[in-house]
Nanobody
Framework: VQLQASGGGLVQAGGSLRLSCAAS????????MGWFRQAPGKEREFVAA????????DYTDSVKGRFTISRDNAKNTMYLQMNSLKPEDTAVYYC????????????????????WGQGTLVTVSS
């Protein structure tokens, strides 16, 4: 699986962005996916995750109510809608994927993912 993240950019605080993660291959519906981010000088952290069918999602507390993860299996694409952005959301955002044998719960740990995109930079100005 190859992942291509896009949609990052510069936005003012309070604004919105939508990130996309396009996946190659014909097995998109068999992979669970997630978004992670890494701010300058900090470790990579979990942002959101979604099961292979989209049945269930999970978010880190700091983005709950502001970010929405979704996927379109017909388009082999996952999304992260980010609203009410804050300067502390500034980071490189990475999408990740892992094959799962069933529609298991969303995965929060980076070491549970096998495939990673190249990252897209989100900068939120105050």
């Amino acid at each position: 699986v190859q992942l291509q993240a896009s949609g990052g950019g510069l936005v003012q605080a309070g604004g919105s962005l939508r990130l996309s993660c396009a996946a190659s291959g014909r097995t998109f519906s068999m992979i669970a996916m997630g978004w992670f981010r890494q701010a300058p000088g900090k470790e990579r952290e979990f942002v959101a995750a979604i099961t292979r069918t989209g049945r269930s999602t999970d978010y880190t507390d700091s983005v709950k109510g502001r970010f929405t993860i979704s996927r379109d299996n017909a388009k082999n694409t996952m999304y992260l809608q980010m609203n009410s952005l804050k300067p502390e959301d500034t980071a490189v955002y990475y999408c990740a994927a892992v094959y799962t044998g069933w529609d298991s719960d969303p995965r929060r740990r980076s070491d549970e993912y096998t495939y990673w995109g190249q990252g897209t930079l989100v900068t939120v100005s105050s």
